[in-house]
């Protein structure tokens, strides 16, 4: 069978030796990502951007946040003209990485509607502390809002009535693997192995959880679908999204009223537990290198996996969400102006060529289909009993505009 290794870190062996010598890859991918000591975005190690570890639509430029703009003012207004109760209007960013995406939008809404930003508070949802540090240092001459920094268990207590926002976070919430084994499902572990002054991490197999196993029961029944789906080979492995179900209903919680868009990689059941993709989707990312061998670099490397929509869509739809819609990205961005805005380039003054041809290549970064094109965005909405039949429009979906 395949197996993964890595040299391990002493403060890796530190927690894998209290954890009893294993842990699953899910405690894994936790203490890689946000372990508060040591993981690679609770230190603020990972960089995101052209010249960090690897980039995100809104790392690419203003253009990204200004196409949003379109559809989140839209839905500001109609929510404001809903607002019968007079509640502050708010736009919750969850997982905002280096705030790039916050800076823009706050800018595309003054630019476009001063009044409405007026109304408008603005919340950052992030668990790392590294990188609420760039958070704070990014927004801190950004004066012409409110912008507070709150966790999901405080705005479940107090929730909010706007829009929450969730780009490339779900990616990041750590994920149980799976592994088939002669006509059986396993769960992966990742294994300490010393050898005289060198230690190493390979990934092992344990027994399935009776939490797993109940989940993946459940999707089965519910969806009317095999889990695993074809014939299988041993080793085959893939991943199993235990913490998004827990997460919609928190998110659920969050929020008096709107709607949830989310912007992921995400595939549908029948591509994403299929025998031919037989280790999954998950990928590590560090210095804008993509390498399918996530136990190096502990700690410094970000591990990421993709979405299944039909898993998705169960879990937020148990939690109380009611689906909007969904398209690709490319779609969605062609139908907020992108372009009308890839046309407006070739006015810009001879002098500013250098930005016009950075901006053109962002924007077709943006919408191509092998790359972030291909994400999806999936919209969700919450109703409630003072307007129980909420009818947002939702531009993202219309067709576009040429
Ligand atoms: C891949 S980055 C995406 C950043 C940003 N949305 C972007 O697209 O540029 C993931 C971000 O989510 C944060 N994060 C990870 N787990 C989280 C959680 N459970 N709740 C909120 N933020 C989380 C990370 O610290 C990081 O800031």
Redesign the pocket.
């Known amino acids: 069978m395949y197996t993964l290794s890595g040299s391990c870190p002493k403060w890796l062996e530190q927690r894998i030796n209290a954890a009893g010598g294993i842990i699953s890859f899910h405690n894994y991918m936790e203490i890689a ?2 372990d508060p000591d040591h993981g690679a ?1 609770a230190k603020g190690h990972l960089r ?1 951007g052209r010249e960090g570890d690897f980039v ?4 690419l430029g203003s253009d990204f946040a200004q196409l949003l703009s379109v559809q989140i003012i839209d839905w500001l207004h109609q929510l404001d003209q809903l607002n019968v109760q007079g509640l502050p209007l708010s736009f919750v ?6 705030g ?2 916050v800076i823009d939008l706050i800018s595309a809404i003054d630019a476009a509607s001063p009044e409405l930003l007026s109304k408008l508070q603005f919340i950052l ?4 502390e590294g ?1 609420e540090r760039k958070q704070r240092r990014k927004l801190k001459d950004v004066k012409k809002i409110p912008i507070y920094w709150r966790t ?1 268990e405080e705005l479940s207590l107090n929730p909010v009535y706007g829009i929450l926002f969730a ?3 779900l ?3 750590p994920v149980e693997r799976i592994v088939y084994f002669k006509e059986k499902l396993y769960r992966q572990g990742i294994k300490l192995i010393k050898d005289k002054d060198k230690s190493t991490i390979v990934s092992t197999t344990l027994p399935l959880t009776q939490c797993i196993s109940n989940s993946i029961n459940d999707i089965a029944n519910e969806l009317q679908l095999e889990i695993p789906l074809d014939e299988l080979s041993d080793g085959w492995n893939s991943e199993w999204h235990i913490e998004l179900f827990p ?1 919609f209903k928190k998110v659920f919680n969050s929020l008096i009223q709107g709607p949830l868009l989310i912007i992921d990689y995400a595939l549908e059941f029948r591509r994403y537990y299929n025998n031919k993709r037989n280790s999954g989707t998950i990928i590590g990312y560090k210095e804008q290198n993509v390498t399918s061998n996530i136990l190096n670099d502990v700690g410094y490397m ?1 591990i ?1 996996s993709h979405l299944c929509i039909e898993t998705l869509y169960n879990f937020a739809i148990k939690s109380g969400w009611h689906l909007i819609g969904e398209c690709r990205q490319g779609q969605a961005l062609l139908s907020l102006g992108l372009a009308q805005r890839l046309h407006s380039l070739q006015h810009l003054p001879s002098n500013e060529l250098k930005i016009a041809l950075e901006r053109r290549e962002a924007l077709l970064r943006l919408v191509d289909p092998t790359t972030l094109g291909d994400f999806r965005w999936i919209a969700f909405q919450k109703n409630n009993t003072f307007n129980d039949n909420l009818n947002l429009r939702n531009l993202f979906l219309e067709e576009p505009i040429v």
Do not use: Q
């Open positions: 990502l946000n975005y995101i995100t639509s809104p790392s960013d969850i997982g905002p990485g280096e790039d995406l949802v992030e668990v790392n990188m999901l780009h490339e976070i990616d990041a919430l997460w970000d990421t």
